[in-house]
């Protein structure tokens, strides 16, 4: 089922890259529709970068767009914007903040400066940190409008591709992290489950809910803390793949050793150990690869 096709990998990087050179001086619009669509052509490929201690997930949708869930640390965020540029990506379809803590969306604000943004969704919380704050005000300075984040919106659903939120759940946590955005990501027959850094509180939340958890990938929740993953959430979501973003050497020793336990006989990928982890669909099977930049 599993292929490491690190030249296969290579072979795309390259072909996006001459896209992406081909026409950084040109901005005409028709060339930016038929480059986006030629970059994925029905597949969908997901991009858990890697942003040292944060998150940042970047996705090819199949039909052309693209959607950021999360921009890593601040001091990430040109990384990230390079990374989107190497891929010919000119516009962001979907971006979402999954909470407002610094690994998160401290990237960000150097996302909306370079980027055409179209929709935001962040969720519904007071939380007052400079790094929060100049998001903000850049997304206020671009114009954009804020969407809420929280459990039952659906971003797409269309031709076989499905992006919903399932959480959050409730209106006010104690925790910050518990607000966090869970996307479901189901493209054919492929799903990615994106947590964000919900916590076991949220995932009882979501089981409770009867929402439908199974996916092939999980996105593990708090960069693999002892706080999220409980038992009964992934017996729910059964992966066969796990990712854990996280940064070397951290100051929190994520990934905790308990998590770690619960993930064993789960194939799993570390941000901190392979680099960029990269799944590629067609709807039926999956590939995944790994790059260090
Ligand atoms: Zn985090």
Redesign the pocket.
């Known amino acids: 089922m599993i292929k490491r096709l690190p030249g296969a990998l290579i072979l795309l990087v390259l072909l996006l890259a001459t896209a992406g050179c081909g026409s950084s001086s040109s901005t005409g619009p028709l060339l930016n529709t038929a480059q986006t669509s030629e970059n994925t052509q029905g597949r969908m490929i997901v991009h858990f970068l890697d942003v040292g ?3 940042s997930i970047f996705v090819q949708l199949p039909n052309g767009h693209n959607m950021l869930v999360d921009a890593g640390p601040r001091e990430a965020g040109t990384d990230v914007v390079n990374y989107l540029k190497k891929a010919g990506v000119k516009k962001i379809d979907y971006l979402v903040a999954t ?1 407002p ?1 610094e ?2 969306i401290g990237g960000m604000t150097a996302i909306i400066r370079r980027f055409d943004i179209d929709r935001v969704y962040m969720p519904r919380v007071t939380y007052t940190t400079k790094v929060y704050e100049d998001l903000l005000k850049g997304i206020q300075a671009e114009g954009l409008k804020i969407n809420a984040a929280s459990d039952g919106v659906e971003i797409i659903n269309s031709g076989g591709l499905r992006a919903e939120m399932i959480a959050p759940n409730s209106a006010a946590y104690e925790e910050i ?1 518990n607000y966090s955005t869970v996307i479901k990501l189901s493209f054919g027959k492929t799903g990615f489950l994106l947590t ?2 919900a916590e076991s509180q949220s995932e009882r939340e979501m089981l409770a809910d009867g929402y439908s958890l199974e996916a092939d990938v999980l996105k593990v929740g ?2 693999g803390s002892y706080s999220s993953t409980s038992p009964a959430f992934l017996n729910a979501v059964r992966p066969k793949y796990s990712v854990i973003s996280c940064g070397a050497g951290n100051d929190y020793g994520f990934p905790h050793a308990a998590t770690l336990q619960k993930l064993r006989g789960i194939q799993l990928f570390r941000t901190d150990l392979d680099g960029d982890v990269v799944f590629e669909t067609d709807g039926e099977g999956l590939q995944v690869s790994t790059e260090r930049r």
Request: no cysteine; glycine share 16%.
């Open positions: 201690q944060g998150d909470h803590h690994d998160h992290n964000g850094d708090h960069h």
